[in-house]
């Protein structure tokens, strides 16, 4: 869904003009993955020499995501410390190797030691400049931030007409899309509805989870079915487009028609991979406990919010970001002065 569409579709007036009541609308930012996208894209420096594209980038980023959904309220969540460890107690392989080559295409860093230092730094500014503004930054130790954007997805909507909009790359949240929650994606400039996944996928997003499950997922080691492409997975489950199905749902279609196609043979002897696969995947069911639950709660319940326009600048003018925000001092007001109110 492209943006004229959205605006179409959160529009507050009826056909005869007459205004209608306003849900919330929530901004969740998947802050490492917004920052990682800034930090491979802009090759900036700082007259001292620093690479500061990824601060600046961020910061740039969020205020033109802000003035485009004109949200009620921001939350930025990044991952906690150990945030993976759940994830490869059930598959040591998670997320391995990720880091094994430079995220930039410019040679900006000496070492792959230098750039990782660089990124660590600009993630502790990124927190500190975040603490002046009134956005909710959101972090558990031991856990991702997928499993948080998760949570907070299921409590935030309380009314019919609240809208929480993700913003990620990250694929694996549109299995959260619904009536109440749309995903962003940057690098394509779309939204996400229920509308937007059932033209893109042939399926409801409820699916996607099965989807993510059979096909694996590449970029975070998780294995698929073999032999298992994206056209043989439509003819061989056709019941994907058609209702929404469970684990235990395509097993008993494989059990089936085991003898009709291999495919349906791997899965019944992989099921228990799968299954693991599953968990590791599913975020109907974020790993989180119930201190971490109880906690993201009294985020949520909480006002307390800081708006301290004179320490962002004050940061700004430190880290030497010179012209990368354009006229600061309106841009801080225009983009964050009215989220201070909104306690």
């Not at 694929?171 to 619904?178: R, T, Y």
Request: charged letters at 30%; aromatic letters at 10%; one cysteine or more.
């Amino acid at each position: 869904m492209k943006k004229k569409d959205l605006l179409k579709l959160l529009d507050n007036l009826d056909e005869q003009g007459e205004e209608t009541v306003e849900g919330q609308r929530i901004l969740m930012i998947d802050g490492l993955n917004l920052f990682f996208r800034n930090f491979a894209m802009l090759n900036m420096v700082n007259p001292d020499g620093v690479h500061v594209g990824g601060l600046g980038g961020f910061f740039r980023s969020l205020g033109a995501l802000i003035r485009q959904i004109d949200p009620t309220s921001v939350y930025v969540v990044f991952d906690g410390a150990g945030s993976a460890n759940n994830r490869k107690n059930l598959l040591p392989e998670y997320k391995s190797g990720r880091n094994l080559q430079r995220i930039t295409n410019w040679e900006v860093f000496d070492t792959h030691e230098d750039e990782d230092d660089a990124k660590v730094d600009q993630i502790v500014r990124i927190i500190q400049y975040l603490k002046t503004l009134p956005v909710k930054t959101v972090s558990i130790d031991k856990v991702e931030a997928d499993d948080i954007i998760a949570h907070l997805c299921t409590v935030l909507p309380e009314q019919e007409k609240d809208k929480v909009f993700i913003v990620s790359s990250d694929k694996d949240f549109i299995q959260l899309v619904n009536k109440n929650v749309i995903v962003y994606r940057p690098m394509e400039k779309e939204f996400y509805t229920e509308d937007t996944v059932k033209e893109k996928f042939n399926m409801s997003p409820s699916n996607f989870i099965i989807y993510k499950t059979l096909m694996g997922d590449n970029s975070d080691k998780v294995k698929g079915v073999k032999g298992l492409g994206e056209k043989k997975l439509y003819k061989l489950f056709p019941e994907l487009q058609e209702r929404d199905l469970t684990l235990d749902d395509v097993y008993n279609i494989c059990e089936g028609k085991f003898k009709e196609h291999v495919i349906y043979a791997r899965i019944i002897q992989d099921i228990d991979s799968l299954e693991k696969n599953y968990k590791i995947m599913d975020l109907s069911n974020p790993m989180l406990d119930e201190n971490d639950k109880n906690y993201l709660n009294q985020v949520v319940k909480s006002k307390e919010l800081n708006y301290i326009p004179d320490q962002f600048i004050s940061f700004y003018n430190e880290d030497k970001l010179g012209g990368m925000i354009r006229n600061l001092e309106f841009w801080i007001k225009d983009v964050f002065e009215k989220l201070s109110y909104n306690k």
